[in-house]
């Protein structure tokens, strides 16, 4: 079985910075993809940041140049440094990954969510 844990989550400033953390645990034999995703109250869940192989990433246009995506594929994790955070940026962010298991192959998986709250 394979858990994802995210934390990091919080209340904070317009302008002001955070550091989400997830890490995987369980029967791993390889971790494909790790990606970051969000969902704001009465809107569809959305991609934040992709990262691939540990070293291709990629970012939705509003995370570009603000959130920086990053791997540590020693503990399992991926992490979402997120500056110049604006009220907009107010969702449930959620931790995902494709991951290869001896017992069950390649599957996708989820955090339970941890929330961020920007708002003076």
């Known amino acids: 079985q394979v858990q994802l844990v995210e934390s990091g989550g919080g209340l904070v400033r317009p302008g002001g910075s955070l550091r989400l953390s997830c890490a995987a645990s369980?029967?791993?034999?390889?971790?494909?993809?790790m990606d970051w995703y969000r969902q704001a109250p009465g809107k569809p869940r959305e991609l934040v940041a992709h990262?691939?192989?540990?070293?291709?990433?990629g970012y939705a246009d509003f995370a570009e140049g603000r959130f920086t995506i990053s791997r540590d594929n020693a503990k399992n994790m991926v992490i979402l440094e997120m500056n110049s955070l604006k009220p907009e940026d107010t969702a449930v962010y959620y931790c995902?990954?494709?991951?290869?298991?001896?017992?069950?192959?390649?599957?996708?998986?989820w955090g339970q969510g941890t929330q961020v709250t920007v708002s003076s």
């Open positions: 990262s691939s192989g540990g070293t291709v990433t």
């Open positions: 995902a990954a494709n991951i290869y298991t001896l017992a069950q192959g390649s599957n996708e998986y």
């Open positions: 369980g029967s791993i034999f390889r971790i494909n993809t």
